[in-house]
């Protein structure tokens, strides 16, 4: 089994700041990408970021220059620090994992989400 545990939502100001963390466990043999995806109410689950093993990365523009990605490969963690957040960015925050499992099986996995909000 694996687990995605994430950590590091709450409520904030508009023009704070959070930093969410995300650990995958388990039988996990090797992890390729890493990353964060959210979902506002009424609407579809969308990329926020990922980074691959190399520690290459991909943001969405809505937040490019106030989002970064960073992955600990040793801890099989990655971490979302979340800067000058905007109303907008209230929802809720998926970790995913592509990885391979010890029978040499590639899936995705989801955490169970944690929930991010925004005042104005």
């Known amino acids: 089994q694996v687990q995605l545990v994430e950590s590091g939502g709450g409520l904030v100001q508009a023009g704070g700041s959070l930093r969410l963390s995300c650990v995958a466990s388990?039988?996990?043999?090797?992890?390729?990408?890493m990353g964060w995806y959210r979902q506002a109410p009424g609407k579809q689950r969308e990329l926020v970021a990922t980074i691959t093993t190399g520690r290459s990365t991909t943001y969405a523009d809505s937040v490019k220059g106030r989002f970064t990605l960073s992955r600990d490969n040793a801890k099989n963690t990655v971490s979302l620090q979340m800067n000058s957040l905007k109303p907008e960015d209230t929802a809720v925050y998926y970790c995913n994992a592509r990885l391979m499992t010890y029978d040499r099986r590639w899936n995705n996995y989801w955490g169970q989400g944690t929930q991010v909000t925004v005042s104005s």
């Open positions: 388990g039988s996990i043999f090797s992890i390729d990408t």
